[in-house]
């Protein structure tokens, strides 16, 4: 699916693999397990183009074991070589080497690990999460793999909410509390306001009951993201859920 306006920016929904674990995971207390998508999206702006999120880092795609060490007996992962955000991209007629911008939401592997495919682009992320994976401790605690993410793009480090253009149709919004640094992108359509969610909100319940995952790093401020997500949402904006698999299948059908 690819949304358009008369600005003119597009969105485009990337499928960069599927991982399936313990449901607790991202609801918690609740048995079983849940299969959900890895997501990545292109936005296309007169002024360049941007990528939200990276996937997984291209080896995954043919070792996962050997790439994700411990976290392969959390995840069962799937990811085809045309799962790679470099291979997505590609599909949809952009150039990896030649895409501007990529903003992450935070820096776990399922987010960042693709960033080793897109060479030349600037990276934008909030201040409070590259130096919380510059803090050792607090690296430890969130799970960061610095291989995941440490390439030597140019940084662009924000505070806060930001208007990556200044025209007010990609705008990067706060949304602490999964990680110390997270952040969503609100993307403005003609059809109205998209909210990338990243994983300040994994799925419709976690909005919709306040229901949280079984770790979180600041669960006050993740339950004040998800107000903020929700006021957004009342205000007409969609949200695309993080890991949603309901939502994912009727973006990409």
């Keep these: 699916m690819t949304a358009t306006n008369s600005s003119p920016v597009r969105l485009t929904p990337l499928g960069c693999g599927w991982l399936t674990g313990a449901t607790r995971l991202f609801l918690r207390g609740v048995e079983g397990s849940i299969r959900v998508p890895v997501p990545a999206y292109r936005i296309e702006h007169p002024k360049g183009t941007i990528l939200f999120d990276a996937g997984m880092h291209p080896d995954v795609a043919t070792d996962p074991v050997a790439r994700l060490g411990p ?69 430890q605690r969130n799970g960061y793999l610095r291989e995941d993410f440490d390439h030597g793009h140019r940084l662009r480090l924000v505070d806060g909410e930001h208007d990556v253009f200044g025209d007010g149709s990609v705008v990067c919004i706060p949304t602490h509390g999964h990680t110390p640094g997270h952040q969503s992108l609100r993307v ?38 998800l107000d903020r997500l929700d006021a957004l949402q009342q205000g007409g904006a969609q949200i695309y859920f993080g890991h949603d698999p309901e939502l994912w299948q009727s973006l990409i059908s």
């Design 71 to 139: 976290i392969a007996k959390v995840f069962a992962v799937e990811m085809g070589l045309g799962d790679r955000v470099s291979a997505r991209l590609e599909a949809h007629g952009s150039d990896p080497d030649r895409v501007d911008l990529v903003i992450v939401s935070h820096l776990h592997f399922d987010h960042a690990g693709g960033l080793a495919s897109i060479p030349n682009a600037d990276l934008m992320i909030q201040r409070r999460e590259w130096e919380a994976a510059e803090d050792p401790d607090l690296a």
């Design 188 to 225: 403005r359509l003609d059809t109205g306001d998209v909210i990338l969610a990243g994983d300040a909100c994994y799925l419709h319940k976690t909005l919709a009951d306040r229901h949280l995952p079984s770790v979180v790093h600041d669960e006050a401020e993740m339950l004040a993201s």
